[in-house]
C-alpha cells in the first residue's frame, strides 16, 4: 500500500506541474490560434456538423452510458455469474471510477469558473482569458457562471483507464491504456476544435482521472484483492 501512496503523490506532482506549465507557457493560446479562423470568425470544426457530432461527441457518450449500464447490471443481477466473480474487483474498480471521474470533474467545472475559448473576448466572445491562478478582473462585470474547466467529457474517456485494473497480462493492460487514451484525447480534440476547451483543460482531465482512479484502487484494495501495478506504472 505504501507503493500506491508514492505513486499518488507522484501524480499529484505531475498535476501541478501540469497546471504551472499552461499557465507560465501561453500554449494554450497559440495553439487554440490555429483552430480559429480570424478572418471568418469561426472555428476549424462546425459545432452543427452533425456527423462530427455523432462520432466525437454524442456517440461516445451514448457508448460510455451503455458500458457503464453493463456493468451495473454484470455486478447486480449477474452477480454470482463465475466470470464476473473472477473479475468483481477489477469491474467494482471500473464501475466507480466511471462515476467518480465525471462526477468529480464536473464538479470542479461548477466551481473554478473558467471561460472557455469560444467566451473569450480574442475568439468573439465578452470573457477576458481567465485560468486557475489568473482571475477576472476586479472592474470585470461577470454576466453568468462560466464551466468550462477542466474538460468534463474527456473524462468519461480517461476514466476507462481504470479498465487497466480488470487485466491481468500487461499486454492487456497496454492495450486499454491506449484505447482509453484515444476516446478521451478524440473527445477532447473535438471539443478543441469547436471552441469548447483548450489543450490544458483536456490534459489536466486526463491526469486527474488517473488520480482518482488510483484512490478508487486504494479504496478497493481493502476489501478486494486486486492485481496491483506493476513496475513503471
Known amino acids: 500500500m505504501r507503493g500506491i501512496n508514492w505513486k499518488i503523490l507522484i501524480v499529484i506532482a505531475i498535476l501541478v506541474s501540469v497546471i504551472l506549465f499552461f499557465e ?13 479562423n480570424f478572418n471568418d470568425k469561426r472555428w476549424v470544426v462546425d459545432r452543427n456538423n452533425r456527423l462530427a457530432n455523432i462520432i ?15 456493468l451495473i447490471i454484470a455486478l447486480t443481477i449477474f452477480h454470482k455469474n463465475t ?23 464536473g464538479g470542479l467545472k461548477s466551481a473554478t469558473n473558467i471561460p472557455c475559448p469560444k467566451n473569450i473576448s480574442r475568439y468573439g466572445g465578452i470573457y477576458p482569458h481567465v485560468t486557475v491562478l489568473h482571475g477576472f478582473p476586479e472592474d470585470f462585470q461577470r454576466h453568468e457562471n462560466i464551466k468550462c ?10 476514466s476507462l483507464l ?17 484505447f482509453s ?15 469548447d476547451h483548450f ?26 484483492t486486486v492485481d496491483g501495478l506493476p513496475d513503471g506504472w
Request: glycine letters at 6%; zero cysteines.
Open 24 to 36: 507560465l507557457s501561453g500554449l494554450d493560446i497559440v495553439l487554440q490560434d490555429y483552430f480559429y
Open 56 to 70: 466525437f461527441y454524442s456517440g461516445i457518450k451514448v457508448v460510455f452510458y451503455i458500458f457503464v449500464i453493463a
Open 83 to 105: 466470470i464476473v466473480q473472477a473479475y468483481k474487483p477489477g469491474l467494482v474498480i471500473v464501475l466507480i471510477s466511471t462515476l467518480v471521474v465525471p462526477m468529480v470533474v
Open 149 to 158: 474547466f477542466p474538460a468534463a467529457h474527456a473524462s468519461g474517456g480517461f
Open 162 to 178: 481504470s479498465l487497466f485494473f480488470l487485466f491481468k497480462k500487461k499486454r492487456n493492460k497496454k492495450i486499454v491504456i491506449y
Open 181 to 195: 487514451l484515444s476516446v478521451g484525447w478524440l473527445t477532447g480534440l473535438y471539443k478543441m476544435l469547436i471552441g
Open 199 to 224: 489543450l490544458s483543460h483536456t490534459f489536466v482531465s486526463m491526469i486527474l482521472a488517473w488520480f482518482l482512479i488510483l484512490i478508487v484502487y486504494k479504496l478497493v484494495s481493502r476489501y478486494f
